[in-house]
């Protein structure tokens, strides 16, 4: 089973307790927690490997984003590759049968896993993403965005 764990970076000052009001953390929008807050390394393990993408400003949201369209292209022809918005790192995905092998423009591991691990892959992103936003943030469980985005993921 894949697996994501986001490790917020302290030079964000949005994860402080401080860095954001409730009322801000309600009110954020799309752009915002796409570009411009929340940014972290992440941790993809593949149950072989953990996969480490170091890049500051990249939004939790942002990788998030990436791989409800990995999924959703890989579903619908076979092959996907989608960078992050503003460190253009990127995951690659080809279908190879029933499984779907994965590289990663930051590291040199390939990943294969069951189609099935990959179209849950958005979710169990989102969940970890959720974990560690509200854990720094409880009023962002308030937030419109955020409320839409795990509609979307759960839809696809």
Not at 16 to 33: F, I, K, N, Q, Y
Not at 93 to 114: H, K, Q, R, W
Not at 128 to 138: D, I, K, P, Y
Request: proline share 4%.
């Amino acid at each position: 089973m894949i697996s994501f764990t986001f490790l917020p970076r302290i030079e964000d000052p949005s994860w402080d307790a401080d860095g954001l009001s409730a009322l801000s953390a309600r009110t954020l929008t799309a752009d915002d927690l796409t570009f411009h807050y929340f940014s972290s390394d992440v941790v993809i393990g593949d149950g072989c490997n953990e996969i480490q993408l170091r890049a500051p400003g990249l939004p939790v949201v942002d990788f998030v984003l990436m791989l409800v369209q990995l999924c959703r292209e890989v579903v619908s022809s076979g092959a996907s590759v989608v960078e992050s918005s503003q460190t253009q790192d990127s995951i690659t995905a080809v279908m190879a049968g029933g499984a779907v092998e994965l590289s990663y423009s930051f590291s040199d591991v390939v990943s294969m896993i069951p189609l099935c691990d990959l179209k849950e892959a958005p979710n169990m992103a989102l969940q970890s993403a959720f974990g560690v936003l509200f854990s720094a943030h409880g009023d962002l469980r308030f937030n419109e965005y955020l409320i839409e985005l795990a509609d979307l993921v759960r839809s696809d």
